[in-house]
């Protein structure tokens, strides 16, 4: 859900654009408002732990942390409803801040929450794991909110209601899901060890630049899936209808999808190289043929027909998906070996294109999504590797430049009113160099003198 609810912006931004008739600028606003809500609760978060001297996380615990979090996005999402009533863009905008506000305590809580559950070591198998999930979100999410909007709650006419209804039944989903999550026995893992006030953190190398990397990988991938319908759909590039364009955007979130669920594999110390290549070949090849199969259900005049793609048209993509195992067998298993691995083939891939048309622009720029899928989870556990104490506040900070899915995209729409949306692209490439200095030496520890 909380990869679903993220996606969604991408099927928003096209959608109010119908209802409001908004200019590409004021169409970036859903990304600036959910993403600047990243930014905004993240920093409260932080002053709040590091002028007490007292983590709120690891006090409650992570798991009343978590059912608190599903609560706020249950309560963002049902607020959608009354927007709608409205019929004001601006109220939906609050609506997905009350909305990421939620989803910024749940990347508080969850991320470290996973890299402490299980064996010291394999902290990025775990993360690469449950990103993989959250990639089955970002996959459907498209196309169950593209038929939802436009065909189960649409009356013949894209309204502000046909997005309402939707999301006030995602947000039934979240408050269940809250309950669930109360009630379960997952450990909660509290901590009441005092960490001091001040800005003790920041003296960690690793995590000071790893908050500049979330903020270009965030910033990047955002921007892309934001952008790659309209890419899609210019006519100087490759010429797609927007629902077409919409249903390819699954390929590219999918790409995440595959990538994480094979890195969980591929970073995993515990098993043997037979074993690892073997499971990400079969994860590769089963979840393309499920994303080609998901993306050919089609609603047309109230009832579901299955009308996939031409294979023909995608089938190139499978060759990006040999290219993503041999990246992950030159990357040996270490999370900063592969981030640089990763983002050197999207620096490529982003670099063509901006210049390329047709097919070859549609695959690559598709593919991208492949070699995105590791980066939140390398850069996440490299940066709070070591942090002790200071965990959870680290995971705010780091939270908290998730700000670069605001910020990117809205640079990206001034180019593509100023100059054009393939010119635009060259944005995410700016955002790939500096992963792979990261990679390369920004993660690296400075020795720390304890206080």
């Not at 409650?60 to 009533?85: E, P, Q, R, T």
């Not at 995993?268 to 079969?282: D, F, H, T, V």
């Not at 200071?390 to 180019?415: E, N, R």
Request: net charge positive.
């Amino acid at each position: 859900m909380w990869g679903f609810i993220t996606v969604m912006n991408d099927i928003l931004i096209n959608t109010f654009k119908g209802v409001f008739n908004l200019s590409p600028t004021q169409r970036a606003l859903i990304q600036f408002s959910f993403f600047g809500a990243f930014f905004i609760i993240s920093l409260i978060y932080y002053l709040i732990s590091s002028s007490k001297g007292k983590d709120p996380i690891n006090k409650i615990g992570y798991k009343s942390g978590m059912a608190i979090s599903l609560l706020i996005c249950g309560i963002g999402c049902v607020s959608f409803y009354g927007a709608a009533h409205l019929n004001s863009y601006n109220a939906f905008l609050f609506s997905l801040f009350i909305l990421a506000s939620g989803v910024t305590l749940l990347q508080i809580c969850a991320n470290p929450y996973a890299t402490i559950l299980g064996k010291k070591g394999s902290e990025s198998s775990r993360l690469n794991l449950a990103q993989g999930f959250n990639s089955l979100g970002t996959t459907l999410g498209p196309i169950v909110g593209t038929i939802l909007i436009y065909k189960v709650f649409s009356t013949g006419e894209l309204t502000a209601f046909s997005i309402s209804k939707t999301y006030l039944a995602y947000g039934i989903i979240f408050i269940i899901l809250a309950i669930i999550v109360k009630f379960s026995n997952m450990p909660s893992f509290q901590n009441n060890e005092k960490i001091g006030s001040g800005a003790g953190v920041f003296k960690h190398r690793q995590l000071t630049l790893g908050v500049l990397a979330i903020f270009f990988y965030v910033g990047s991938e955002v921007a892309i899936g934001s952008w790659i319908v309209e890419y899609l759909k210019d006519e100087n590039i490759v010429g797609m209808s927007e629902e077409n364009a919409s249903y390819f955007l699954s390929f590219f979130w999918g790409g995440l999808m595959i990538g994480r669920l094979m890195a969980s594999y591929a970073l995993n110390s515990e098993l043997s190289k037979q074993r690892k290549y073997l499971s990400m070949a079969i994860i590769g090849l089963v979840v393309f043929m499920g994303i080609y199969l998901v993306t050919g259900i089609k609603m047309d005049a109230g009832s579901f027909a299955f009308s996939p793609i031409e294979f023909s048209k995608i089938a190139m993509y499978i060759a990006f998906i040999a290219l993503c195992f041999v990246a992950f067998i030159i990357g040996d298993g270490k999370p900063s070996k592969s981030l640089v691995v990763f983002s050197c083939i999207n620096f490529v891939l982003l670099t063509i294109a901006v210049l390329a048309k047709g097919q070859l622009a549609f695959i690559v720029i598709i593919s991208t999504g492949l070699f995105f899928s590791i980066g939140w989870t390398n850069i996440f556990s490299l940066a709070i590797s070591n942090l002790g104490k200071y965990t959870s506040q680290g995971s705010s900070l780091l939270v908290m430049a998730v700000v670069g899915g605001a910020i990117l995209p809205l640079i990206q729409s001034v180019i593509i009113e100023k100059v054009n949306v393939q010119t635009s692209f060259i944005i995410p490439i700016f955002g790939m160099l500096y992963l792979i200095y990261y990679g390369l030496s920004g993660y690296k520890p400075a020795k720390i003198i304890e206080e």
